[in-house]
């Protein structure tokens, strides 16, 4: 029963926020609207880890699988990408480098103020 809680937080959660960008028109995916939600939510101890803790662990080491829909429809659409791979294969790098480079500024961040 615990683990149908914590599907249930996290698919309310979900639905919220595709509520939420239906109802505004807004162009930010629900799903990003949604973890959002889940990120305030756990800053304010509104959500607490362990509240969603075994399903969010099972989603985690199942991550892989999440993967395959979206490899299979890059397959089906190779003639696509191949003839756009280099415009692809910028945008691929740049926003791997933009990523890291965000993501290592804001822990060197973190990391000063919690010192």
Do not use: C, N, Y
């Amino acid at each position: 029963m615990k683990v149908l809680r914590q599907l249930a937080i996290i698919l309310g959660i979900l639905l919220a926020g595709e509520a939420i960008r239906s109802v505004t028109k807004i162009s930010i995916p629900g799903t990003v609207i949604g973890m959002v939600i889940l990120f305030l939510g756990l800053m304010t101890k509104v959500i607490k880890p362990d509240d969603i803790g075994m399903v969010t662990k099972f989603l985690l080491d199942h991550l892989a699988f999440m993967f395959v829909p979206a490899g299979v429809g890059l397959i089906s659409s190779l003639d696509v990408v191949g003839a756009a791979w280099l415009p692809i294969l910028m945008i691929v790098v740049i926003s791997t480098v933009l990523v890291v480079g965000v993501t290592g500024w804001t822990v060197q961040l973190l990391k000063r103020r919690r010192i």
